[in-house]
C-alpha cells in the first residue's frame, strides 16, 4: 500500500515510480482515441420495483496495469484528503448502516438522488477537483485523465469512487450550509443525498444547490418521509431508537428461502431460479446473509443456523 500524496508527485516518472505501472503504458493512455477500448462493458440490472428493464454500465479495466494504476491513483488520493462524518460512501469504516445511523428517530427525513451521477462527472472537473487538493495542474491533468473515460468518470474502475467525492466536496459544503440553515443533518451516499430534522431543506432549496455544482436529480426530484411512518435511509430502517434495521419485507423474503434451503437444500435454488426471488443462488443468498449481519447480527446468525 503506497504512502505517497499528491504533492510527493511533480512528472510522469515520478508518477509512474509512484503506482508501479510503466510510464509509457500510462502515456498509451492519455493519448487513446478510445479509451472505451481498454474496458470490458457489463450491464447490471437496477434493483427496484420501478427499476425493471433498467440497466447500470460497469466498466472493467481489460488488463492489470490499469487496474493497478486506477487502485493506485485511488490510494495517492485517499492519502490526500479528508473528508468529514456528512461523506458516508467509499470510506473506510463508512457505510450504509453508518450512514443511517446519522438520521435515526428524525421529525422529516428528506431524500435525492443525482442523476447519471458518475457519468456526469467530467475530465475538466476531475482536474479542477485534483488542483484543489494542491495539486499541480500539470499533474492534475494526467491524474484527471487517466481517471476517465473518453472524457467521463464512468462507474466501475477503481479510482471512481474516492474521485467522485472529492468532486463533490464544493457540492457537500454547500449542503452543510444548507443543513446548518435549517438545524438538520446531512449526508451524502455516493449519489444518495439525505436531510433529516424538524425542519430539513425543501426540494426547491436543494434542486437549486445540485443544479449549481452541474448536477441535476432524478426526475421524481426530492422524496419526503415523516415520522410515524415508513422511513427509511440507504435500504435501512430508521424509525427504531437504538438501530438501523433491515427493511421487514427483506427479512421476511430471506426467512422464507433460508427455510426452503433448510428442507429441500440447494436443488431449492434450481427450482426457485425462474421466480422473481431477491437470491435465486446460493452466492447471492450467502451474500444477503452477510450484510445482514452487519445490520442485525443476531438475525443473520440464525438464517446461517438454517442454511449451513
Known amino acids: 500500500m503506497t ?10 516518472a515520478e508518477l509512474s515510480y509512484a503506482v508501479g505501472v510503466r510510464a509509457e503504458l500510462i502515456e498509451e493512455y492519455l493519448t487513446a482515441p478510445r479509451q472505451v477500448d481498454y474496458y470490458e462493458v457489463i450491464r447490471i440490472a437496477k434493483r427496484g420495483r420501478n427499476r425493471k428493464g433498467e440497466y447500470r454500465q460497469v466498466y472493467k479495466a481489460k488488463s492489470n496495469w490499469l487496474s493497478q494504476l486506477h487502485r493506485s491513483i485511488s490510494m495517492i488520493v485517499t ?7 456528512h461523506v458516508q460512501g467509499f470510506l473506510n469504516g463508512r457505510s450504509a448502516v453508518s450512514n443511517a445511523k446519522l438520521h435515526m428517530r428524525k421529525d422529516i427525513v428528506v431524500h435525492a438522488d443525482i442523476k447519471d451521477f458518475f457519468n456526469a462527472i467530467t475530465e475538466a472537473q476531475v482536474c479542477q477537483s485534483i488542483m484543489s487538493l ?3 495542474q500539470f499533474i492534475a491533468s494526467i491524474i484527471a485523465r487517466a481517471c476517465t473515460i473518453d472524457g467521463r468518470l464512468l462507474q466501475g474502475t477503481r479510482c471512481s469512487p474516492v474521485i467522485s467525492n472529492v468532486v463533490c466536496r464544493n ?3 454547500d449542503m452543510l450550509e444548507l443543513a446548518r440553515a435549517t438545524k438538520s443533518t446531512f449526508s451524502r451516499y455516493a449519489d444518495n443525498i439525505t436531510f433529516s430534522g424538524k425542519a430539513p431543506p425543501n ?9 449549481a455544482r452541474g448536477f441535476i436529480l432524478q426526475p421524481k426530484g426530492c422524496y419526503v418521509q415523516y415520522r410515524g411512518s415508513r422511513q427509511f435511509v440507504t435500504g435501512l430502517s430508521v424509525v427504531d431508537g437504538v438501530m438501523p434495521r433491515l427493511p421487514k419485507q427483506v427479512k421476511k423474503k430471506l426467512r422464507l428461502i433460508a427455510y426452503y434451503v433448510k428442507k429441500y437444500g440447494d436443488g431449492h435454488f434450481e427450482f426457485s431460479s425462474g421466480n422473481h426471488s431477491i437470491a435465486p443462488t446460493r452466492t447471492q443468498l450467502e451474500g444477503f446473509i452477510a450484510y445482514a449481519h452487519s445490520v442485525e447480527p443476531e438475525f443473520a446468525k440464525k438464517l446461517w443456523s438454517m442454511v449451513s
Do not use: Y
Open 171 to 173: 457540492l457537500d459544503l
Open 203 to 211: 426540494k426547491e432549496n436543494i434542486e437549486a444547490v445540485v443544479n
Open 3 to 12: 504512502t505517497t500524496k499528491l504533492l510527493d508527485i511533480h512528472d510522469l
Open 79 to 85: 492519502n490526500s484528503v479528508e473528508f468529514g462524518e
Open 134 to 136: 494542491g495539486c499541480a
